[in-house]
């Protein structure tokens, strides 16, 4: 745990009995136990852990043995593994499910948001149907249905952050009303820009990690619309991972790719 920059707050009395219980992650706030863990007794011990922080993201460790498993004792194991991810699956769904309460909640207490804060100020957008909590905008991770999974906040500094354990995967915040043309970008300032600058709608997916889900999610919703993948051109970032996951969002819905020209100083990488 502690090499997956996942040490418990304080010294844990680990119990082996294959369910997942929680723990406070150090330098987590009082109260959080974002951190989980489930191990296994038997002749190799083995468990997996993580933190709700990074749903997505799954540790694992094996114990180290001289002796050869039994074939029924692999078999064992197979079988325990598999009911510790149906486990981790009802876990990940009741954690999405508090936090989609939590962002409802916050959702309704907060106030709607102006051009007025800083960061929209200094990126010189609009805001669109966001609202503002103390100093910092929220923004609506919603899904097809207008469900509100989580929310994004960005303080006055530009720190974003989104609330612990909630669902991004195929959820999007929404500009305008589609008619025959949908635009996907990466970012609210970016998705913000576009819509002004083209008249068209469009939905910031967050990061380009969930950018084809998004895509897939939306060419469901509009089977007919012409859909534009806006790509962040990473060009000093290895691998142009924005470039590259818009180009393969855009393969998997039958879309259009859009990316930002590069002026003459810059080293673009070869693609």
């Not at 598999?82 to 907060?110: D, G, I, N, P, Y």
């Not at 000093?236 to 039958?254: C, E, F, H, S």
Request: aromatic share 8%; glycine share 8%.
């Amino acid at each position: 745990m502690a090499s997956a920059g996942l040490r418990p707050h304080k010294p844990l009395e680990l119990v082996a009995d294959g369910r997942i219980h929680r723990f406070r992650v150090a330098g987590d706030k009082s109260g959080k136990v974002n951190g989980w863990y489930a191990l296994h007794d038997g002749p190799q011990r083995f468990a997996s852990f993580g933190t709700w922080k990074q749903p997505g993201v799954v540790h694992h460790w094996n114990e180290t043995t001289s002796k050869p498993l039994t074939a029924a004792e692999q078999a064992d194991i197979a079988q325990r593994t598999r009911a510790l991810r149906l486990a981790h699956a009802e876990e990940r769904e009741a954690v999405q499910a508090e936090a989609r309460t939590k962002a409802q909640r916050l959702w309704s207490r907060a106030k709607p948001a102006t051009n007025a804060h800083p960061y929209s100020a200094r990126k010189r957008i609009n805001v669109y149907g966001l609202r503002q909590l103390r100093d910092m905008l929220l923004i609506p991770a919603r899904d097809l249905h207008g469900v509100i999974h989580t929310l994004q906040f960005i303080s006055a500094d530009g720190t974003k952050r989104f609330l612990t354990g909630g669902r991004i995967a195929g959820c999007y915040y929404a500009i305008g009303r589609p008619k025959d043309t949908l635009l996907i970008a990466e970012g609210v300032a970016t998705a913000s820009s576009l819509f002004e600058a083209t008249g068209h709608a469009t939905a910031a997916c967050f990061s380009c990690g969930n950018m084809e889900a998004v895509a897939r999610a939306l060419r469901h919703k509009f089977p007919s619309l012409k859909l534009v993948l806006c790509a962040d051109n990473d060009i000093n970032t290895p691998g142009n991972p924005g470039l590259t996951k818009a180009r393969d969002a855009a393969k998997a819905v039958g879309g259009y790719l859009a990316v930002p020209a590069i002026n003459h100083e810059a080293q673009p990488c070869p693609f």
